[in-house]
Structures are given as structure tokens and as C-alpha cells.
């Protein structure tokens, strides 16, 4: 493999490797099963966390929510409000009120400006917007 390669592997060959690296070394596990002896140190430091989870896992990434979930859950119920009374909710009046929560809740550094949080917002939301063409 070449050395700039990325690899992915499922939970259920890194039991392997940390199987195998238990009975014998972390070099010999590494070497066997042609991965870096760091990460055999890594999976072996995460042992409980991959015999624990199902086998086609890949990462343990951190959680799925935002910085601000107050905030995101008050822009949903203003998308529900607005749905409700058959409104409709575009790009601009979400980021236009994810704004105003922002001055009205004081958050500092706020993305909402930014063009990359309104989709993840509304993935994690389950929101969806308007496209407008004029």
C-alpha cells in the first residue's frame, strides 16, 4: 500500500487487529494485517467502544448536533409556525432569523451569516426550503 494511501476499515477487521495484537504485539498485529502500528495502538486504546458497536462502523466521530441547539430549535419552531400558517420559508427569511436569534440570544461567533451552515442546519432539522428563481 502506498504510504499516502488513506484506508478505511470496519469495526469488525480492527477487532481483528486488536485481537491479534493482544495475543502477540502491536509491530506483529500491524504487520499481519498491513496497517500502521499506530493505529493498532489507537483501536487498541478504542477496544471497548469497537466490540461494542456493530461491525460495519467505520469512525466514532464526535456528536451530531450543532454549537447552538437552542438557537436551531428555535428556528425550527419558527419554520413550523410559518408552515402552519402556509407561509413560505426561503434561504434568505431563514438566515434573516437565525440572525436575530443570534442578537436576541447573544451568540458570539455566529455561522449563521455563512453559507455552509444552512444546509447542515437544516439537515439536522429536517428543514426544508424554497428555492426561488427570479
Same mark, same amino acid.
Given at each position: 500500500?502506498?504510504?499516502?494511501?488513506?484506508?478505511?476499515?470496519?469495526? +469488525?477487521?480492527?477487532?481483528?487487529?486488536?485481537?491479534? +495484537?493482544?495475543?502477540?504485539?502491536? &509491530?506483529? #498485529?500491524?504487520?499481519?494485517?498491513?496497517?500502521?502500528?499506530?493505529?493498532?495502538?489507537?483501536?487498541?486504546?478504542?477496544? !471497548?467502544?469497537?466490540?461494542?458497536?456493530? #461491525?460495519?462502523?467505520?469512525?466514532?466521530?464526535?456528536?451530531?448536533?450543532?454549537?447552538?441547539?437552542?438557537?436551531?430549535? +428555535?428556528?425550527?419552531?419558527? &419554520?413550523? @409556525?410559518?408552515?402552519?400558517?402556509?407561509?413560505?420559508?426561503? @434561504? !434568505?427569511?431563514?438566515? #434573516?432569523? #437565525?440572525?436575530?436569534?443570534?442578537?436576541?440570544?447573544? &451568540?458570539?461567533?455566529?455561522?449563521? *451569516?455563512?453559507?455552509?451552515?444552512?444546509?447542515?442546519?437544516?439537515?439536522?432539522?429536517? *428543514? &426544508?426550503? *424554497?428555492?426561488?428563481?427570479?
Amino acid at each position: 500500500m502506498a504510504p499516502n494511501e488513506r484506508s478505511h476499515y470496519s469495526a +469488525a477487521y480492527k477487532r481483528k487487529v486488536v485481537l491479534a +495484537a493482544e495475543s502477540s504485539s502491536n &509491530v506483529q #498485529a500491524g504487520r499481519d494485517f498491513g496497517v500502521d502500528e499506530k493505529n493498532v495502538r489507537r483501536w487498541r486504546g478504542q477496544r !471497548e467502544k469497537l466490540f461494542a458497536c456493530a #461491525a460495519t462502523r467505520m469512525t466514532f466521530t464526535g456528536p451530531r448536533k450543532g454549537r447552538h441547539p437552542e438557537m436551531e430549535a +428555535a428556528l425550527a419552531d419558527f &419554520v413550523r @409556525t410559518q408552515r402552519a400558517a402556509a407561509l413560505p420559508v426561503t @434561504t !434568505e427569511v431563514l438566515q #434573516a432569523t #437565525a440572525r436575530a436569534l443570534s442578537r436576541e440570544q447573544v &451568540v458570539h461567533n455566529c455561522r449563521c *451569516i455563512e453559507s455552509t451552515w444552512h444546509p447542515t442546519c437544516s439537515r439536522r432539522n429536517k *428543514i &426544508v426550503c *424554497i428555492v426561488r428563481m427570479s
